[in-house]
Nanobody, 120 residues
Framework: VQLQASGGGYVQPGGSLRLSCEASGAIFNINVMGWYCQAPGNQRELVARITSGSSTNYADPVKGRFTISRDNAKNTMYLQMNSLKPEDTAVYYC???????????????WGQGTQVTVSS
């Protein structure tokens, strides 16, 4: 099982980016998917999370600016990031809690991270 994150980049304050995270491999079902961010010198923190039933929750600093969504048929999750601020600058990681096929059990997986830089 692998998670592949993409969509990061460099953007000016007030700009937008859309991150994607595709899960692949021997997956039976994905329960919760989430985005986390880690700025230099800081711990990794939750940005947003979405369940298989599309219930969502967001960290307070991104409420009203970021939107998390998922396409269960494609095992893909998205993060639409609007009104970006310099303090959003971080490496963004995707995460999935999923049930593996063929009796593989439950597993927690991380993507490789994608850099988001917000600067003028």
């Amino acid at each position: 099982v692998q998670l592949q994150a993409s969509g990061g980049g460099y953007v000016q304050p007030g700009g937008s980016l859309r991150l994607s995270c595709e899960a692949s491999g021997a997956i039976f079902n994905i329960n919760v998917m989430g985005w986390y961010c880690q700025a230099p010198g800081n711990q990794r923190e939750l940005v947003a999370r979405i369940t298989s039933g599309s219930s969502t929750n967001y960290a307070d600093p991104v409420k009203g600016r970021f939107t998390i969504s998922r396409d269960n048929a494609k095992n893909t999750m998205y993060l639409q990031m609007n009104s970006l601020k310099p303090e959003d600058t971080a490496v963004y990681y995707c995460n999935a809690v999923l049930l593996r096929r063929n009796g593989g059990g439950l597993g927690i997986y991380w993507g490789q991270g994608t850099q988001v830089t917000v600067s003028s």
